[in-house]
C-alpha cells in the first residue's frame, strides 16, 4: 500500500506555522549542517554582519552574510537612502570578503533584484550565473566572484 503525503506515522503531525520561532529554525538548520558535514572539506560556519552606525547606535548601513563550505554568502545588503552612492555598499562588502578570506573562502555569492543593484555588483567584480523571472516583470539575479584561487 502507497502511502499518500498527507499520511504520517502514528503520532506526528504536520503542521504549517507561520514565522517559526529562531529555535526551530536553528534546530532545521543544525540537523541539515550535521547531515552535510560528512561530504564537506570544511564545514564549518560563521554568521556575522557588518554595521555603519550613527553615534546614537542606529544602524545607517549593513551587510550580513555567512560563511559555509569556502563561500561567502552576502545574504542582505542596506544603505540608508541619504548615504547611498558614497562608497558605503562596497566598503561593508570589501570588509565581508577581507573575512572570508582571513576564514579561507574562495568565492562569494550574491542575489539581488533587476530593480536593485546588479550593476553595483557588477562594478565589484560579480558575474551572474543564474536568473530567474521572479517576482512578476523584474527578475533576481545571482552573481559570483572568486576571491582567491583554491588550494589543495
Known amino acids: 500500500m502507497e502511502l499518500s503525503v498527507t499520511e504520517l506515522s502514528p ?15 536553528e534546530f ?5 549542517g550535521a547531515y552535510n558535514e560528512p561530504f564537506l572539506d570544511d564545514p564549518s560556519y560563521d554568521a556575522f ?5 550613527a553615534p546614537s547606535a542606529e544602524i545607517r548601513a549593513g551587510l550580513i552574510g555567512h560563511i559555509y563550505a569556502g563561500w561567502l554568502f552576502i545574504q542582505l545588503l ?3 537612502e541619504g548615504l547611498r552612492r558614497a562608497g ?12 572570508a578570506l582571513r576564514l579561507g573562502c574562495h568565492s ?16 565589484l567584480g560579480y558575474e551572474p550565473f543564474a536568473t530567474l523571472d521572479y ?6 539575479i545571482f552573481l559570483q566572484k572568486r576571491l582567491a584561487t583554491e588550494t589543495s
Open 135 to 140: 517576482p512578476p516583470h523584474h527578475s533576481r
Open 49 to 53: 554582519a557588518v554595521f555603519v552606525r
Open 78 to 80: 542596506w544603505v540608508h
Open 108 to 123: 562569494a555569492w550574491v542575489d539581488t533584484f533587476s530593480f536593485q543593484a546588479p550593476g553595483f555588483y557588477r562594478k
Open 11 to 25: 503520532g506526528l503531525r504536520l503542521s504549517v506555522e507561520q514565522g517559526p520561532s529562531w529555535a526551530d529554525r
Open 28 to 32: 532545521i538548520d543544525e540537523a541539515l
Open 88 to 99: 558605503l555598499g562596497r566598503r561593508l562588502i570589501a570588509e565581508a570578503e577581507r573575512r
